[in-house]
């Protein structure tokens, strides 16, 4: 698999970016062509390793090992270092339906999992899947697949990557499948939740009209719920899958958390995608980042994507914070050993971006916000915060403990909520009656995917709450499955 000495004679070369001095002037995505032969190289790196817990997708210690579609990363290795370049594809899109996606806003638990990286640097999995699926559209590989119709028809509500594996899926198998989506463009958040310099908008399109010429309808600007109740589906539809989601936000509740110049981290950034995809920002139908002091609540990669596009509104400063401690450089042996996720730390693109901006890191850790002042206006001015430890308060419960005497008052023009999400919004699962977990996700069994009302399925964070997108296309892919079997009473469709 690969070079069998490949790992002793080449060393990892990760992907290359373009400067940030220079990104930041733009909207376009941040990578650089590669060397074919690189790639080559790259892929030899890949060992014969027996048990290539890269496939594994399972979850340890609550995170993701290994790729939980199930990749087999391995064999498109060797055939990339062979050059054999379509035969890698055919191996990839086996088990991914969306390599282009995965091989942009995937965080990789697959290279967290290779087991080069036990004691070495893990292969390059990413890019060299970015390089593949790249290469089979520049080639023109990628083709529609249609079925034989089965008379069957679906119901798929939310296009983003679960609802939209789920479609494809379906409709490989010969289901006639319709999509609705709430907004003017389908995508979820592939189009509006993730900023254009990670994953350019013509690359979701590129993939949209793939699925409408295989006979994929889209209904766009309809929420179901309220412009077609949930209940209507049900009855028209011989099955219906849910995959609209974990979008209710997390709340924020200090003083001072209504005044003017607070917003939730994705009506942020969906609002400013939008306004670029329709005018180039030239209608101004978005929250400027212009000439402001930003803090930004909340870490992760909705934080990071924050940073940078306020960076390319032209703010005067930027920062993050979170109340968790800063991650440890390296890999902790012992309380996160290989092959779990590795928990360390990492400079994110956008944290590159405001270094070569700023000179500093904008994360601020084991801060807590206490209160927010507005201005005689109404809106933020100042935000105040805390340092914490996390330990025991005096009745004994665990959380974050404020530190004496280390108060701060930042300037803040604009804040931006990056803290997650709780759930499913109630609208569809109130309507239908769902029963849901104790998180108040719909509940429906993994690798099952029935909910407690009969036709109506549920994957992605509707179903698993707030996860990756990888998660979500393979949630798509046994959702699509359990309905082929409810419908049929068999399936062609593998996991």
Known sequence: MGKATGFLEYERIDPKKRPPEERIGDWNEIRIERDPEVIKTQ???????????????V?????????????????????????????????LIRTNPFPEFTGRVCPAPCEGSCTEGYNMESVTIHEIEYEIIERAFAEGWVE????????KKVAVVGSGPSGLSAAYYLNHVGHE????ERNDRPGGLLMYGIPNIKIDKGIVERRI????????????NTEVGRDISAQELVDGYHAVVLCGGATKARGFNVPGSDLKGIYYAV?????NTKSLLDSKHQDGNYISAKDKNVIIIGGGDTGTDCVATSLRHGCRSVYQFEIMPEPPKEREPKSNPWPEWPKQLKVDYGQQEAIAFAGEDPRNYLINTTKIVGNDRGEVAEVHTVEVTWGRDAQGRFGPQPVPGSEKVWKADLILLAMGFLGPEDTIPNELGLERDP?????AEFEEHQTSADKVFAAGDMRRGQSLVVWAIQEGKLAAREVDRFLMGKTSIRS
């Open 177 to 180: 499948v319709t999509v609705y």
């Open 59 to 91: 979850l340890l210690n609550g995170m993701a090992a290994g790729c939980p579609v199930h990749n087999l990363i391995p064999e498109w290795n060797d055939l990339v270092y062979r050059g054999q370049w379509k035969e890698a594809y055919k191996r």
């Open 144 to 151: 529609t697949k249609k079925s034989r119709p089965t008379g």
């Open 267 to 271: 009506d942020f950034l969906k609002a």
């Open 43 to 57: 892929a030899a790196r890949c060992m014969n390793c027996g048990i290539p817990f890269c496939h594994g997708g």
């Open 209 to 220: 009209n793939l699925l409408k010429e295989s006979g994929i309808k889209f209904v766009l």
């Open 439 to 443: 998180r108040s996700n719909i509940k």
